[in-house]
C-alpha cells in the first residue's frame, strides 16, 4: 500500500511538473507532410522551427515547444492534424505548409480563434480564408509577375513555353499572373502544355508541344515531383531547354537519389538564398546542416524566419503562456501589423488582411547548390 501511494504521488508530482512547463512556454503546433509525395516541405518547416525554437529557448526569455503533425498535404487530414494539436494544448499554429490544408484548417481555426502563421501557404486566398491568418511567404500571384518581369529583363530573347498543372489552384494562380504580366511587358509565350494530377507520370505530349514550338526557355509553376519527371522525360527525347521554376520547386536537391547533373542550370524564384554571406543565413545553414545533414530549402527558412518572427511580435504586445489562445489570437491579430522583420528570407512587414510585404530573388543550381542568378 506504501508503494502504491509512493507511486501515485510521484505520478501527481510528474503531472504538476508537466502543467508547469506548459504554462512556461508557448505550445507551437506544426501542421504540414511529412510522409509521401511532398515530405520535402513538412520536414523543412518542422526541423526549421525546432532549430529556431533551440535558439530562442537558449536566450532565456520566451520559451517555445514545437510540436509537429503529418497531414500529407491533404485537407481533411489537416483538419484532424489541428485537432489532435488542439488536444495537445496548442498556442498558436505555425502552418500549415501547403495551401489547400491551410484553407481547410482556417474554417475550423477561424470560429476557435485560433492564430496562424503560414511559412509557405502562398495562395492568394490564404489571407482571405480567416482575418487570424499571416503569411511569412509570398503569394502565387506575386511569384507569377516577378517570374515573368524577370526572364523579360535578363532573358529577353527566350523563346518561352509553360507546363503547368490546370488541376492544381497553385499551378493555375501563378501560371495566370505570369501570363498576365508576360502579356503587359511583352514577353512573348509559344506554347502552353497542361497536365493535371492523373496524368503527372507521362509529360510525352506536354514535351514534344515545348520541343514543335521551338521552346528554349520552359516555365514550370509546379511542384518538384513532376517537375522531375518533366525533366527526365524531356532529357530521354532529347529536348534540354533551361528551366525556370518558383517555390514549390524549392527541395528538388533534397530529393533521395537525385541525380544532380539532371538540375544543373534551373532557375528558380525563391525568397531565399542558402550560398548568402548574411551572417544569419550562414548561421541558419550551418546549423541546419550539421543537425539534419542537407541544405535547407526556403520553406526552412521560411519556417525559421516565422518563428523568429512570433517571438518578436509575442514581445511587443507582452503575451505570456498562461494566456488563452483566443486572447493571445486576438492580441497577435493587432500586433503583426504595428512590426517589422528583417530575415534569412528578406524585409517584411504585414498589411491587415496578413500578406507579408517582401521579393524574392531569383537562384540557379551549379555544381548541385543554389547561387545567386546573374
Known amino acids: 500500500m506504501k508503494k502504491f501511494l509512493a507511486c501515485l504521488t510521484v505520478l501527481v508530482m510528474m503531472c504538476s511538473f508537466a502543467s508547469a512547463l506548459a504554462d512556461e512556454a508557448f505550445i507551437i503546433g506544426c501542421i504540414g507532410p511529412t510522409t509521401k509525395d511532398y515530405a520535402q516541405y513538412g520536414l523543412a518547416v518542422e526541423n526549421a522551427a525546432k532549430l529556431a525554437a533551440e535558439e530562442i529557448n537558449a536566450l532565456g526569455g520566451i520559451q517555445f515547444t514545437v510540436i509537429g503533425e503529418d497531414d500529407e498535404a491533404d485537407g481533411e487530414k489537416a483538419v484532424y492534424a489541428y485537432y489532435d494539436l488542439m488536444d495537445k494544448d496548442m498556442d498558436i499554429l505555425l502552418g500549415t505548409v501547403t495551401s489547400g490544408a491551410c484553407m481547410a484548417v482556417a474554417d475550423v481555426a477561424k470560429e476557435d480563434r485560433m492564430f496562424m502563421l503560414t511559412p509557405s501557404a502562398s495562395n492568394d486566398l490564404v489571407p482571405d480564408s480567416g482575418d487570424q491568418i499571416f503569411q511569412v511567404c509570398f503569394t502565387d500571384s506575386n511569384q507569377g509577375t516577378l517570374s515573368a518581369k524577370w526572364i523579360k529583363e535578363n532573358r529577353p530573347d527566350a523563346k518561352v513555353g509553360i507546363i503547368y498543372n490546370n488541376a492544381q489552384d497553385y499551378s493555375m494562380s501563378i501560371t495566370a499572373s505570369f501570363e498576365t504580366t508576360a502579356k503587359e511587358i511583352g514577353l512573348e509565350i509559344l506554347a502552353k502544355a497542361a497536365f493535371s494530377d492523373d496524368s503527372a507520370a507521362n509529360f510525352s505530349v506536354q514535351v514534344q508541344a515545348m520541343k514543335n514550338a521551338g521552346v528554349d526557355f520552359v516555365f514550370l509553376p509546379i511542384y518538384y515531383t513532376p517537375a522531375i519527371t518533366i525533366l527526365t522525360q524531356a532529357k530521354a527525347a532529347s529536348y534540354e531547354p533551361v528551366y525556370f521554376g518558383v517555390d514549390g520547386m524549392d527541395g528538388v536537391l533534397g530529393v533521395e537519389g537525385l541525380d544532380p547533373a539532371l538540375v544543373e ?31 535547407p530549402n526556403q520553406f526552412a527558412a521560411d519556417a525559421y524566419d516565422g518563428m523568429y518572427i512570433l517571438k518578436l511580435a509575442i514581445e511587443t504586445a507582452g503575451i505570456t503562456p498562461d494566456m488563452d489562445y483566443a486572447d493571445i489570437c486576438e492580441t497577435l491579430i493587432s500586433t503583426m501589423t504595428t512590426i517589422s522583420y528583417d530575415g534569412i528570407t ?28 546573374q
Open 265 to 295: 542550370g534551373v532557375y528558380m524564384l525563391t525568397p531565399f538564398d542558402a550560398t548568402s554571406s548574411n551572417p544569419m543565413t550562414v548561421n541558419f545553414v550551418t546549423k541546419y546542416v550539421d543537425q539534419f545533414g542537407s541544405v
Open 346 to 373: 528578406g524585409s517584411m512587414s504585414w498589411t491587415a488582411d496578413g500578406l507579408a510585404t517582401k521579393l524574392p530573388s531569383v537562384v540557379m543550381i551549379n555544381n548541385g547548390a543554389y547561387v545567386t542568378a
